[in-house]
């Protein structure tokens, strides 16, 4: 059924292996929106673009690169290409299976705390690889050691020669926690607001808005520091974040201990801490994903009917077609839940 995506990575010049992927569905999204299924269905039968479109292939995807070409491109468009599909290849020297094995096993030396082994592992695959993963369990061991100006040395080391370097804002995150914790503050906060505009992920774009949040408290953000870069389990996170002495202001604090709540099950909780935390900042984006964080937490709870609620206003601060496409999926699945829970009612 996919089309030629070689030939098409070629056209678009883009180099990363997996935006192949990407570009197969993102053709086959405009041939649905265009055409319809029926089509796409024959052509998943048979293989045959020509009888299925009375089209050749080259013609229907040069439809689609036109349709493209209307489409406006923003900085923060690139560099979340840049960070997602131009990421370093997996593998250089080692079959990509063995290196993946060899990845999981570090990642084991890392969970049991054996650093220096791990260290020497992640060199060693890193030297051989050469893969966004390994970089990232190296500069993870060194950040477990408190080794932050290692971490940032490094991270400088590969994205200062790098023509690319936005493709390593996935690991940015962690090297901004390193700064603030070497007390580089203007930079933490220069490289925390690169990932915000980036919007790589949901989860970054909210983890980078709350540091941008904690730095912007003067008085609090030496502390604060503490928070990101200790090795605590989420237990005594949610117990320090309570500790009246650290002087966390109260909408910041209600808000992490929400988040944190949320993922140790203690869902009512959550929801709860979360609208006491109100609107955290004035980023419309984040504003969406903390009221989707209330209606999950709701859901979860069994308070479907309240969670549609949130779900529906979220969209009052992000209405792009990715937002309403994933508020559509949860409402979808609120209506299931409510349909179980009728039926176990009449029971």
């Not at 601060?317 to 979808?332: E, K």
Request: aromatic share 10%; net charge positive; glycine share 6%.
């Amino acid at each position: 059924m996919r089309p030629n995506t070689t030939e098409m990575r070629e056209k678009e010049r883009v180099d990363s292996s997996s935006v192949s992927y990407e570009l197969a569905g993102a053709f086959c999204r405009f041939l649905i929106d265009r055409y319809g299924m029926r089509p796409l269905v024959q052509v998943y039968r048979t293989g045959d673009y020509e009888d299925a479109y009375n089209a050749p292939l080259d013609s229907l995807i040069a439809q689609w690169q036109r349709s493209l070409d209307s489409i406006a491109v923003t900085p923060s468009d690139r560099a979340s290409v840049d960070a997602l599909f131009r990421r370093p290849p997996i593998f250089r020297k080692v079959c990509a299976r063995v290196h993946a094995r060899r990845l999981r096993d570090a990642r084991q030396l890392v969970q049991e705390r054996r650093y220096d082994d791990a260290l020497a592992r992640y060199a060693m695959l890193y030297a051989e690889g050469g893969s966004t993963e390994a970089l990232s369990g190296l500069l993870t061991v060194q950040f477990r050691r408190g080794e932050y100006n290692t971490v940032v040395l490094l991270y400088d080391s590969v994205t200062t020669h790098d023509p690319l370097p936005r493709r390593y804002l996935g690991l940015g995150l962690m090297v901004g926690d390193a700064l603030w914790a070497s007390g580089n503050t203007r930079r933490a906060e220069s490289l925390y607001t690169s990932i915000r505009i980036a919007n790589i992920s949901p989860g970054m774009t909210e983890a980078a808005v709350v540091r941008l949040w904690a730095l912007s408290d003067t008085a609090a953000s030496s502390r604060l520091s503490r928070y990101f870069t200790a090795d605590m389990s989420d237990t005594v996170r949610v117990g320090w974040l309570g500790a009246a002495k650290n002087g966390v202001p109260y909408r910041l604090r209600e808000y992490m201990r929400g988040r944190l709540m949320f993922r140790m099950h203690w869902y009512g909780a959550a929801a709860r801490l979360l609208q006491e935390a109100g609107c955290i900042s004035g980023d419309s984006t984040v504003e969406a994903l903390r009221q989707i964080a209330i209606g999950d937490a709701l859901f979860r709870a069994g308070k479907v009917q309240d969670a549609r609620v949130w779900y529906w206003t979220s969209l009052n601060f992000d209405s792009q077609p990715y937002a309403v496409a994933s508020v559509n999926d949860r409402l979808a699945r609120c209506d299931w839940m409510a349909a179980l829970q009728a039926r176990a009612m009449r029971r």
